[in-house]
């Protein structure tokens, strides 16, 4: 199975998605997210990254990172990527959750290289404690929180649930 990842390419080939400003870099997705930031510095923000999949013929892997601003919106970036037809559901969400850490430790290193390491970086996981994906939640969760994250799972993952889950098909 080839799996595509940030280390395996450089930062600056892998191009994220964005209803509001179209494909961006890695880079450029960093910048955006600092901009929205300095246009209301008082405010409050959080820093999400969520990742969902479909299985098809192929399986889709999106991953979201979110900024929100509390009370007022936000922007989000999504990258898709397509892995061979993976049935199994328990790899599919480790497969999902090692995505959005991926994703995180970018942004967290980026975040603390231009003194902007006090923006919360959390990870939305598409695992509840309900459904099939009830008999995995706490795995999962340990993974991200022995990581350095905040976990939040269902019903309040809207980064991966509803965000990254839009983009899957």
Same mark, same amino acid.
């Given at each position: 199975m080839? %799996? ?5 390419? /450089? ?7 964005? @209803?509001?400003?179209? +494909? ?7 910048? &955006?997210?600092?901009?929205?930031v &300095? ?11 969520? /990742? ?12 979201? %990172?979110? %900024?929100?601003?509390?009370? +007022? ?7 898709? #990527?397509?892995?061979?037809?993976? *049935? !199994? ?13 991926? %994703?995180?430790?970018?942004?967290? &290193? ?8 006090? #923006? ?5 996981? *598409?695992v509840? &404690? !309900?459904?099939?994906?009830? !008999? ?18 269902? @019903?309040? +993952?809207?980064?991966? /649930?509803?965000?990254? *889950?839009?983009?899957? !098909?």
């Amino acid at each position: 199975m080839k %799996i595509q990842t940030m280390e395996n390419e /450089s930062l600056k080939k892998v191009f994220f998605h964005s @209803p509001t400003y179209g +494909s961006l870099s890695f880079q450029q997705v960093f910048e &955006k997210i600092i901009e929205f930031v &300095k246009e209301a510095p008082e405010r409050k923000y959080s820093l999400i990254v969520g /990742s969902d999949s479909f299985p098809g013929e192929e399986t889709v892997f999106v991953t979201a %990172i979110i %900024i929100h601003r509390r009370g +007022s919106g936000g922007r989000y970036f999504y990258r898709k #990527l397509k892995y061979e037809k993976m *049935d !199994n559901l328990k790899l599919r969400i480790f497969t999902e959750a090692s995505l959005s850490l991926e %994703i995180a430790e970018a942004l967290k &290193k980026k975040l603390s290289e231009n003194g902007v390491s006090k #923006l919360p970086v959390e990870i939305h996981l *598409d695992v509840g &404690k !309900n459904g099939a994906t009830r !008999n995995i939640v706490k795995e999962v969760i340990k993974m991200i929180v022995g990581s350095g994250y905040v976990a939040v799972t269902k @019903p309040d +993952s809207f980064g991966a /649930s509803k965000v990254a *889950d839009r983009h899957t !098909n």
